[in-house]
Antibody, heavy 117, light 110 residues
Framework: QVQLQESGPGLVKSSETLSLTCTVSGGSITYNYWSWIRQPPGRGLEWIGHIYDSESTNYNPSLKSRVTISRDTSKNQFSLRLRSVTAADTAVYYC???????????WGQGTLVTVSA | QSVLTQPPSVSAAPGQKVTISCSGGSSNIGNNYISWYQQLPGTAPTLLIYEDNKRPSGIPDRFSGSKSGTSATLGITGLQTGDEADYYCVTWDSSLTAVIFGGGTKLTVL
């Protein structure tokens, strides 16, 4: 059974860089698509981006200039970096797997990141 | 404002049927698979439907998906109080080269 677990600081200062890691167990990140999704408090879900194949990536156009998703196959982890954060980036951040059929079939439990002034 | 349009809320009585619509365009729903997710309060979303109308193992057949043109529908029959949740449609947008989420629909079981 594939399991995902997000980790990283729960508090980031405004204008700094948010960094999160998703550790995957029960399956290799070499295959499939691996996404980051976020949800601001009381609001809907927003796709941030994904990584797949030989480190190919796609990003949400509204975040593309500030986002980098990378992976470490030796640790079976993939990571998110979001630069120049503001209060609007405060959200629960989820990592998830898409086996290629468009369905995000496994999700992490989510981690709340708060951006402080 | 999401590219995919869902009604903000729907409601129905226990035991009844409800449908949730998701409207998009030719660059997304019209030419790509859609998936649906249930998000119970305080929890991560769960995949309900993928490839328009397929259910992952463990998802009861009370949940169904359909698509016609640039719109898709999630159907839930035999409503239970435990179905109260937010529901999201998701698909790929070929023009944006991005995954897009609908704004979400809150289901209330009266």
């Amino acid at each position: 059974q594939v399991q995902l677990q997000e980790s990283g600081p729960g508090l980031v200062k405004s204008s700094e860089t948010l960094s999160l890691t998703c550790t995957v167990s029960g399956g290799s990140i070499t295959y499939n698509y691996w996404s980051w999704i976020r949800q601001p408090p009381g609001r809907g879900l927003e796709w941030i981006g994904h990584i797949y194949d030989s480190e190919s990536t796609n990003y949400n156009p509204s975040l593309k200039s500030r986002v980098t998703i990378s992976r470490d196959t030796s640790k079976n982890q993939f990571s998110l970096r979001l630069r120049s954060v503001t209060a609007a980036d405060t959200a629960v951040y989820y990592c998830a797997r898409d086996p290629g059929d468009g369905g995000l079939d496994h999700w992490g439990q989510g981690t709340l990141v708060t951006v402080s002034a | 404002q999401s590219v995919l349009t869902q009604p903000p809320s729907v409601s129905a009585a226990p035991g009844q049927k409800v449908t949730i619509s998701c409207s998009g365009g030719s660059s997304n729903i019209g030419n790509n698979y859609i998936s649906w997710y249930q998000q119970l309060p305080g929890t991560a979303p769960t995949l309900l439907i993928y490839e328009d109308n397929k259910r992952p193992s463990g998802i009861p057949d009370r949940f169904s998906g359909s698509k016609s043109g640039t719109s898709a529908t999630l159907g839930i029959t035999g409503l239970q109080t435990g179905d109260e949740a937010d529901y999201y449609c998701v698909t790929w947008d070929s023009s944006l080269t991005a995954v897009i989420f609908g704004g979400g629909t809150k289901l209330t079981v009266l």
